[in-house]
């Protein structure tokens, strides 16, 4: 991966980020795959969004933690 900035304004950049399967335009909307409504959308809609690029965390939801666990860990320390 590679950053090339394009031009700045203030502290606004443009730029690309240039990757071997393709580049995207930044800044970019970037939507997450990991939860909410991205997991029930086609490719399609996905694409009609206008996103060059989709987010995606490979930590399982089922391994996060759950809001009991914090509270017994909290106790044990």
């Known amino acids: 991966m ?13 730029g690309r980020l240039v ?7 930044t800044p970019a909307f970037m939507p997450v795959g990991t939860y909410g409504t991205v997991k029930g959308m086609t490719p399609e809609e996905v694409k009609d969004t206008g996103a060059q690029i989709l987010l995606g965390n490979t930590f399982p939801p089922v391994a996060a933690p759950r809001a009991g666990d914090h509270e017994a860990a909290r106790r044990s320390a």
């Open 2 to 14: 590679k950053y090339e900035l394009q031009t700045t304004d203030g502290r606004a950049r443009r």
């Open 19 to 25: 990757f071997e399967r393709g580049v995207v335009e």
